[in-house]
């Protein structure tokens, strides 16, 4: 059964710091990896999809990476502002031959202190 | 650029009654999933659907059924609704299998 987790759950620092998001999943046979933000209330806005076969994504100050092999990816974020305040999920992908299945984690409440 | 469309943004309703959330993917996309999210959880995936055809289920309840039409919208319907059903309802598309989600901006359905 594919599982995925977030660690930390919650996540204060001052603005400025680098910090860094994880994320964990089971089935290492993975299609993708897209990590997302969500504003309270508000949709899912995608930061950076990672292909299996792609070891890193940058966009701007976000990094994310991906070591498939021990089922886990990380969300970098440098220089953080009090607007990256937001809840961040990752989302996997699995493809399999009967289905395809995308499941989230449980996210990582961020706050970024001004 | 367009994005994917849910309608309507809120929808109110009371227990037992019938809801109908629609989703348009952004145009091209062949593939939509629908997800569930409750106060402060996680989104939950319900069904997926590619090329028209159901693609994988997840936890929707037997209550609730989903198709996608000709022009790739699809239909969330759900039955006999229940407070433990009001939640935020996402739709996301995608080109296939290997392209990105994007997710649209939900339905709130509140159920009273």
């Known amino acids: 059964k594919q599982e995925v987790t977030q660690i930390p759950a919650a996540l204060s620092v001052p603005e400025g710091e680098n910090l860094v998001l994880n994320c964990s999943f089971t089935?290492?046979?993975?299609?993708?990896l897209q990590w997302f933000r969500q504003d309270p209330g508000k949709g899912l806005t995608s930061l950076l999809l990672?292909?299996?076969?792609?070891r890193e994504q940058t966009s701007g100050r976000l990094n994310a990476s991906l070591d498939k092999s021990s089922g886990r990816s990380t969300l970098y974020i440098a220089a953080s502002q009090p607007g990256d305040s937001a809840t961040y999920l990752c989302?996997?992908?699995?493809?399999?031959?009967?289905?395809?299945?995308?499941?989230f984690g449980p996210g990582t409440s961020l706050s970024v202190i001004p | 650029a367009a994005g994917v469309i849910q309608s309507p943004r809120h929808l109110i309703k009371e227990k037992r009654e019938t809801a109908t959330l629609k989703c348009y993917p952004i145009?091209?996309?062949?593939?939509v999933y629908w997800y569930q999210q409750g106060p402060g959880q996680d989104p939950q995936f319900l069904i997926s659907?590619?090329?028209?055809?159901?693609?994988d289920k997840g936890s929707i309840p037997d209550r609730f059924s989903a198709q996608q039409f000709s022009d790739y919208h699809s239909e969330l319907n759900m039955s006999s609704l229940e407070l433990g059903d009001s939640a935020l309802y996402f739709c996301?598309?995608?080109?296939?299998?290997?392209?990105?989600?994007?997710f649209g901006s939900g339905t709130q359905l509140s159920v009273l």
């Open positions: 996301a598309s995608s080109l296939g299998t290997s392209d990105k989600l994007f």
């Open positions: 089935d290492s046979a993975i299609y993708n």
């Open positions: 990672i292909q299996s076969s792609q």
């Open positions: 989302a996997v992908k699995w493809v399999k031959t009967s289905y395809d299945k995308v499941i």
């Open positions: 145009p091209r996309h062949d593939t």
């Open positions: 659907f590619y090329e028209k055809m159901q693609s």
